[in-house]
């Protein structure tokens, strides 16, 4: 096939988006009714086989949180702490959201609380939304919103974006460090990773620092998770994994979602989206040697960051498949980056 043509057949469940985040922040955006100013609608997700993934409630720092900033030296700092009332007021909007997309979808977005409701997407004609927090700061230290959140349909939990919070230390933004920057988890942080073991929620440990990661990959029983990282060792990112982080996650049988941020891919660090799809396959073939194939998914980032022309949004998954076939990786390959090797570790997680 020429490039450009799409390889059918081929659905895919991804690791991140943050469609719930742009429509907190921006009230024209909709996410059912679909735009072109964006990377993900729920149109465009259907005709690209875009089966499913994570949605992320996300509480975006506010002017005077990022005055706050905490700083660890050498010009890297985060946002200031989000209070409770702000971040559970935000997260109850998003979460609401979430649901009133579904209800307006005539059944075309369904949340998926079980892996069987994960599945039931990848047969077409409906996306499946797993409900996720990148930053646990709608939690209390007593985590009785946890529990609240897990009945409303809650699976998937990051306890830090890039910021500080009642449970850890999400890594600064910054380039050619290590991620070791800050503490490790607070006590509430560990009592929250126990709290998702038993309540069969996936623990996220991408935008935590190194050694809250530590922290998690001692005390965790399930999968280690990194929704939405790449190789430290290709592009030198605070967000990235390195080896020895891989190597836990490895371990634990647990699974890198690869980030399309350039940000993320290049080895220059660079934000430009004159990326050739070479640099996805560069991580997805460095992680694929350090800790297995079937050990990797797919973590778009969706509306989150700037990602290569060449994908450019949801409708460029396709091409991002039939790359992969002209890379020489068979359909069995393929179909695991781009949901078997997900559906295993929620598999897993969650039963
Ligand atoms: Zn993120």
């Known amino acids: 096939m020429g490039s450009g043509e799409q390889l ?56 005077v949180e990022t005055k706050r900033a905490r700083s660890f030296g050498d010009g890297l700092t985060t946002p200031g702490t989000v209070p409770l009332p702000r ?36 047969a077409g004609g ?36 890039s910021r500080s919070n009642r449970f850890g230390c999400g890594v600064p933004f910054g380039f050619n460090r290590t ?26 440990v991408s935008h935590l620092n190194a050694k809250g990661f530590r ?3 001692r005390i965790s029983r399930a999968p280690i998770v990194a929704s939405h990282s790449n190789a430290w060792k290709i592009s030198p990112s605070t967000r990235n994994l390195t080896d020895d982080q891989l190597d836990a996650i490895r371990d634990s049988d647990g699974l890198v979602g690869v980030n399309f941020g350039v ?52 409708r460029g998954l396709p091409r991002l498949m039939h790359a992969f076939a002209d890379w020489g990786y068979s359909d069995e390959e393929i179909r695991g980056i781009a949901y078997n090797n997900w559906m295993r570790v929620l598999t897993e997680t969650w039963e």
């Not at 409906?126 to 809650?154: F, Q, R, T, W």
């Not at 940000?263 to 560069?282: H, I, S, V």
């Open 87 to 122: 971040a559970q007021q935000a997260a109850a909007t998003m979460f609401s959201q979430l649901r009133r997309y579904i209800e307006r979808s005539q059944g075309k977005l369904h949340m998926a609380r079980t892996a069987e409701e994960a599945r039931r997407a990848l």
């Open 263 to 314: 940000q993320y891919l290049r080895p220059d660090g660079q934000a430009t989206t004159d990326t050739p799809l070479e640099r996805f396959r560069d991580h997805v073939e460095y992680i694929a040697e350090r800790i297995g194939l079937h050990r990797i998914g797919l973590g778009s980032d969706f509306d989150g960051v700037e990602i290569p022309q060449e994908i450019g949004s949801v």
């Open 8 to 63: 059918p057949g081929i659905p895919v469940f991804d690791g991140h988006n943050d469609v719930l985040g742009r429509a907190f922040e921006n009230s024209t955006y909709d996410f059912v009714e679909g735009t072109d100013t964006y990377h993900l609608d729920l149109t465009s997700a259907l005709e690209a086989g875009f089966a499913g993934g994570l949605f992320a409630i996300f509480v975006p720092p506010r002017e």
């Open 179 to 204: 991620p070791d920057i800050g503490p490790g988890l607070t006590r509430a942080g560990k009592d929250l990773v126990r709290r998702c073991n038993e309540l069969g929620i996936m623990v996220d």
């Open 215 to 217: 922290d998690v990959a």
């Open 126 to 161: 409906s996306v499946a939304a797993v409900c996720h927090m990148e930053g646990a700061e709608a939690i209390d230290g007593e985590l009785h919103a946890l529990d609240l959140y897990y009945e409303a349909g809650l699976r998937s939990l990051g306890i830090t974006w």
